[in-house]
């Protein structure tokens, strides 16, 4: 294991360490030994992550566990359902297990979402840790404790708080990530640099193209400044009732594009993050919030990236706009019937606004197919 860092999610009795670093998964056992010490642990893996992590995640596991189990589940968003759920919580039932169980995610933000969301509802609530093995996982959704499965609604709509009891983000597992993956996880890494640290984004426009070439010193930069971002904004607001709401940069309009889409693998969650944070600044220019100098720029690193800006550059997302905005309503940051989007005011600064004109967001889908 080589030198790693440790930050800490501030949550009084239920905080938690991030640990990031290389050759991590092999040592579980020193990292999260305290978690994990004479506890029967169940590791619930991605099947195509598997191949590559699961046996030595189980042999660390085994050198401080009473009893180690695993059960794998499907690759992709469609494995985020309530029919996946029900299967994984039977399977996991069927190995027999007490309330002293701690589960283990290996895999993406599928999988941590799912097995968090196993977690809060098994025997009312168990321990989980999350092992996240792609980026996107690494800097966004294996923080925070937002669990759950989508909806034929829409994305996300059932699901639960529950935070994890540790979080170990080895990158190595990003050797076999592919780049597509890798490309829609660096998404959310620019999220952070436009929604709250314009120095971070400024850094990014200059050793972006590295960490996309998986340079280790420019990922540890990346991951670290984004699960950072990520803890301060979930110690001052856990359930989202204020500030964590910057988080979803982007995310009303990735959501309404993932439903159209079906959650069928054409769309990943990063891509449509990328071209909802273009359309965020769009917006946010159409409205006279943000000058189209900063919404260029935000553009430019997104598209030099590698991932697209408008829907015309997503040949899945044919719905009408009429449609799409009929999704966007039925999102759950939805408030009094008010469609709620992160807007810019500036590279690296954002704020939620309730008071979006209906013409002006029509415009601006209309304008970008």
């Known amino acids: 294991m080589t030198d790693s860092s440790t930050l800490t999610v501030g949550l009084d009795d239920r905080a938690y360490d991030i640990t990031v670093g290389r050759d991590l998964i092999g040592h579980v056992d020193e990292i999260a030994g305290a978690q994990l010490a004479d506890r029967h642990a169940v590791i619930i893996a991605d099947a195509a992550v598997a191949p590559h992590h699961l046996a030595p995640l189980e042999a660390a596991c085994e050198r401080v566990c009473r009893r180690v189990d695993s059960v794998t589940v499907a690759s992709g968003e469609a494995s985020k359902s309530m029919a996946v759920l029900a299967s994984l919580l039977e399977d996991i039932l069927a190995i027999g297990v007490d309330r002293d169980v701690v589960l ?54 059932i699901g639960a708080f529950h935070q994890p009891r540790a979080v170990l983000v080895d990158i190595d597992t990003l050797a076999t990530l592919p780049a597509r993956e890798l490309r829609a996880g660096y998404a959310e890494v620019i999220k952070y640099g436009l929604l709250g640290d314009a120095a971070f984004f400024e850094w990014l426009e200059a050793h972006g193209g590295e960490v996309l070439d998986r340079d280790e010193a420019a990922l540890r930069h990346a991951i670290i400044t984004s699960c950072t971002a990520k803890a301060r904004i979930v110690e001052m607001d856990e359930r989202e009732f204020g500030r964590r709401a910057l988080l979803n940069l982007g995310h009303t309009f990735a959501h309404a594009l993932e439903s159209v889409c079906g959650y069928d693998g054409r769309l990943l969650h990063g891509e449509a993050v990328a071209v909802g944070m273009a359309l965020a600044y769009r917006l946010a220019g159409e409205m006279g919030l943000c000058t189209g100098q900063d919404g260029g720029r935000a553009a430019a690193h997104i598209a030099a990236s590698g991932l697209s800006t408008r829907l015309a550059e997503i040949p899945s997302a044919t719905a009408a706009t009429p449609a799409l905005i009929d999704i966007m309503r039925r999102d759950k940051k939805v408030r009094n019937g008010r469609m709620r989007f992160v807007l810019p005011r500036a590279i690296g600064d954002s704020f939620v606004c309730d008071e979006v004109p209906e013409d002006i967001l029509t415009q601006v889908l209309d304008a970008s197919r």
């Open 104 to 157: 283990v995610a290996l895999g993406g933000g599928v999988i941590g979402d799912l097995a968090g969301f196993a977690a809060a509802s098994l025997l009312r609530g168990v321990d989980f840790i999350q092992v996240p093995t792609t980026l996107l996982a690494q800097v966004d959704s294996s923080v925070g404790g937002k669990t759950g499965v989508n909806a034929m609604a829409g994305k996300n709509l």
